[in-house]
């Protein structure tokens, strides 16, 4: 088998799919601009997600994770074809970016390798996936945790051709022949587990803005399906990891809820009789070809609509 053979594109109606773990949690920036800052998360069960920028790539950022939507489904079509659970992850550039709504250009592909650089050097560190079980011998509940520290990205490397166009200039081509990339068990058993897995719409990979992408994960995640769903503003600023203030971070949220662009749901900011202001949100009829009639339904974290 050559190298190539390696490399498997997703069928076409293979559906963008997230993980609704990091659907809830703050794992990336939600600017282009360079993250020099730590994200430190922790909600009202006790889960938390601790997120470090490198000191000269800076933090992974919310189209960076455009890269790790596109894994979703290439591992969840090896599942589903009967492979095993697999520890790299081999895929052609032009796949990638297809899928996720981007040119082949070469500045695409210089963007695909900064994605890349940037999930490798930001490091998590989680007890997400904590779990209660009942203890008969204490006649009770005990929390169940694991510890885990990794980076987005373990390890990745490029297939390459160069060729040399002009000897006398030393001008060279460089050809992409695909990337293998290896990502943390966390990352490659939470897609394994379908039931962990919210269908999104394609439209997500065309929003410009990091914080209409922060309200489609927040609003697909948490009211899903639900008639209806809100949220205080203050619980939605703490979730979102952003280093905006409260108050630019509610002109940012209003500004990006008049724009309207937000697929698949009505969002709307009010402020309650108790003075807080709070994110309504409601669903359309959602085109059931990205939302199959199996489709999980979101589930709320206690404390967040609080």
Not at 83 to 111: H, M, Q, V, W
Not at 141 to 154: D, G, L, P, R, T
Not at 232 to 250: D, E, I, N
Request: net charge neutral; proline share 4%; hydrophobic share 35%.
């Amino acid at each position: 088998m050559s190298q190539l053979d390696l490399f498997i594109p997703i069928a076409g109606d293979v559906r963008a799919k997230d993980q609704q773990d990091i659907m809830a949690f703050p794992g990336c920036s939600l600017s282009k601009k360079p993250r020099f800052t730590k994200i430190r998360f922790e909600d009202s069960q006790g889960s938390w997600i601790e997120v470090s920028p490198h000191q000269d790539h800076g933090m992974a950022n919310i189209w960076d994770f455009d890269i790790m939507l596109y894994v979703v489904a290439l591992v969840r079509q090896m599942k589903q074809g009967g492979l095993e659970k697999p520890k790299i992850i081999n895929f052609r550039g032009y796949d990638c970016l297809k899928f996720i709504g981007r040119g082949d250009s070469t500045k695409d592909y210089e963007a695909l390798r900064d994605s890349l650089t940037r999930l490798k050097a930001t490091t998590v560190r989680t007890n997400i996936r904590l779990e209660e079980v009942y203890d008969p011998e204490r006649d009770g509940y005990v929390a169940k945790e694991e510890y885990h520290e990794f980076n987005w990205i373990s390890e990745w490397k490029e297939h390459r051709e160069v060729f040399r166009t002009n000897p006398f200039t030393g001008e060279r081509q460089l050809i992409s022949n695909g990337f293998e990339v290896i990502f943390p068990h966390w990352f490659i058993d939470g897609i394994w587990k379908e039931e962990n897995l919210l269908a999104i719409n394609r439209n997500y990979f065309d929003l410009t803005s990091g914080y209409e992408r922060f309200l489609y994960r927040i609003a697909r995640k948490f009211c899903g399906r639900q008639s209806e769903w809100s949220v205080s503003l203050r619980s939605l600023h703490q979730r979102s990891g952003t280093t905006a203030s409260y108050r630019q971070f509610v002109r940012y949220v209003k500004k990006y809820v008049d724009r309207g662009n937000i697929p698949d749901y009505d969002l709307a900011v009010y402020t309650n009789s108790q003075g807080d202001k709070r994110l309504f949100t409601q669903p359309w009829d959602i085109d059931q070809h990205y939302l199959p009639p199996g489709d999980v339904l979101a589930s709320s974290i206690p404390g967040l609509a609080s």
